[in-house]
């Protein structure tokens, strides 16, 4: 079973998954996270897959890279947590080469320090 919340009373929404994900779990995660945080007027968004155990290839992680970086497009940074054990960085730079500012961490703390940052015309300037 995959499962998901959403808490968007914070700074940025967070969106936290748990279960068994394969590609189509992940997609419309993005999807649920990314439309709920335009809508509510957030620019940023933190994605706890902490509890999740994924499910896919490689050519899968390349295909969540380019719909994450579609369906987050919007928004001004995009952090995702994840275990170290299945850290990678396939769909990370997937979703940069398509142009969002997202990076990939394994410790909550240090996302959320990311996410707390402000932007400077230099920082924009030199993405990620």
């Not at 897959?49 to 290839?57: A, C, G, I, K, S």
């Not at 992680?61 to 952090?79: D, I, K, N, S």
């Not at 299945?86 to 320090?113: C, I, M, P, W, Y």
């Amino acid at each position: 079973m995959f499962s998901v919340t959403v808490r968007d009373d914070t700074a940025y929404l967070v969106a936290m998954a748990t279960g068994r994900a394969e590609l189509a779990h992940l997609c419309g995660l993005a999807d649920l996270a990314a439309r709920i945080a335009v809508m509510k007027g957030h620019r940023r968004a933190l994605v706890d897959l902490l509890e999740v155990q994924p499910f896919l290839t490689f050519t899968e992680h390349l295909q969540l890279g380019a719909h994450v970086a579609a369906a987050f497009g919007p928004l001004e940074r995009v952090a995702t947590v994840v275990p170290a054990s299945q850290r990678n960085g396939t769909s990370e730079k997937a979703a940069q080469k398509h142009g969002l500012r997202l990076r990939t961490f394994t410790v909550l703390q240090e996302a959320d320090a990311w996410l707390q940052e402000r932007d400077t015309p230099l920082s924009k300037a030199t993405r990620p």
